[in-house]
């Protein structure tokens, strides 16, 4: 069973930063990929970045691109959502997910999922 926990969210002002981790357990994670989503009140789930365990191989929606970068630390089986630059349509919940297999981006093939952590960025 796989286990994730995420911190890291909060309120910030636009322009801010913030960093969320997501702590992986469980299992072996060289086969998975992990990801980061977001949902806002009334709005569907949405990616937001990915990261292949294996190789590091990043992946990215188009609207953070160059303002957020999703890493890993092996050694703390953790993966990492730097987020810079925030804006206001950056508020949401953000949750961690993984799984095997190629389809980092669609949600509904994840596996395992966190509970979620809260981003509010206030203009």
């Known amino acids: 069973q796989v286990h994730l926990v995420e911190s890291g969210g909060g309120l910030v002002q636009a322009g801010g930063s913030l960093r969320l981790s997501c702590v992986a357990s469980?299992?072996?994670?060289?086969?998975?990929?992990l990801g980061w989503f977001r949902q806002a009140p009334g709005k569907e789930r949405e990616f937001v970045a990915g990261?292949?365990?294996?190789?590091?191989?990043?992946t990215y929606t188009d609207s953070v691109k160059g303002r957020f970068t999703i890493s890993r630390d092996n050694a703390k089986n953790t993966v990492y959502l730097q987020m810079n630059n925030l804006k206001p349509e950056d508020t949401a919940v953000y949750y961690c997910?993984?799984?095997?297999?190629?389809?980092?981006?669609?949600?509904?093939?994840?596996?395992?999922w966190g509970q979620g952590t809260q981003v509010t960025v206030s203009s």
């Open positions: 997910a993984a799984k095997q297999g190629h389809g980092l981006r669609i949600w509904a093939l994840y596996d395992y």
């Open positions: 990261i292949r365990w294996s190789d590091g191989s990043t």
């Open positions: 469980g299992r072996t994670f060289s086969k998975y990929g």
